[in-house]
């Protein structure tokens, strides 16, 4: 393995926590909103709202696809809207929108007081340890910010996505990574465009 320097360890970490086991605990929330089987109806209801959302640039053209297929593919193929291809980004925005869940006391672009534990209040935490993440340029976390954030985030992905996802969570911040650092490094900067949110 190459060698790297605990910052890095912790960076791949972190980055590997909010792109995996968070999006999954944000999902189950998500489709406690919007269930599964309903979620096309659901879209095709607000659609409204929604295109103005576009107009706004609120919800970008491959939000927008994933959202809403184009009429001539829905002519030949049957596929429907599925949380399982939207990202933190997405879910985030349409409960934003389309529900009833109260915001965070201030708002979802900033993190929440440890105290505040409600679903929006997690999200908010994900969103925001995913955009710190995002705009890190050394690739480096500090060992005391990654432990008060990995406990902040496993707390809140327990909250959204229950005692395993949790465990998940506990397990990831001790294993072996089983490929290179410096590769999971490299695929987390390529893909750093499309954390942030």
């Not at 590997?16 to 605990?25: C, D, I, N, Q």
């Amino acid at each position: 393995m190459a060698s790297v320097s605990e910052g890095e360890e912790n960076y791949v970490r972190m980055s590997l926590l909010l792109t995996g086991v968070s999006p999954r605990a944000a999902r189950t929330f998500f489709d406690s909103e919007f269930a599964p089987a309903c979620l096309d109806a659901t879209l095709k209801k607000e659609y409204n709202k929604l295109f103005k959302l576009k107009k706004k640039h609120v919800i970008n053209q491959s939000q927008w696809n994933l959202l809403f297929q184009d009429f001539l593919y829905l002519i030949y193929f049957t596929d429907v809207p599925d949380s399982k291809t939207f990202d933190v980004t997405l879910m985030i925005l349409l409960l934003r929108n389309l529900t009833q869940i109260n915001p965070p006391l201030c708002g979802y672009d900033r993190l929440p007081a440890a105290i505040e534990t409600t679903q929006a209040a997690d999200l908010a935490r994900i969103k925001h340890y995913r955009n710190h993440l995002a705009h890190l340029d050394d690739g480096k976390v500090d060992t005391t910010f990654f432990n008060i954030a990995w406990t902040d985030i496993s707390s809140a992905v327990e909250r959204l996505g229950g005692q395993q996802m949790k465990q998940e969570c506990d397990h990831l911040k001790t294993k072996p990574l089983d490929q290179t650092n410096r590769e999971i490094m490299m695929d987390i900067k390529h893909s750093k465009n499309e954390t942030e949110i």
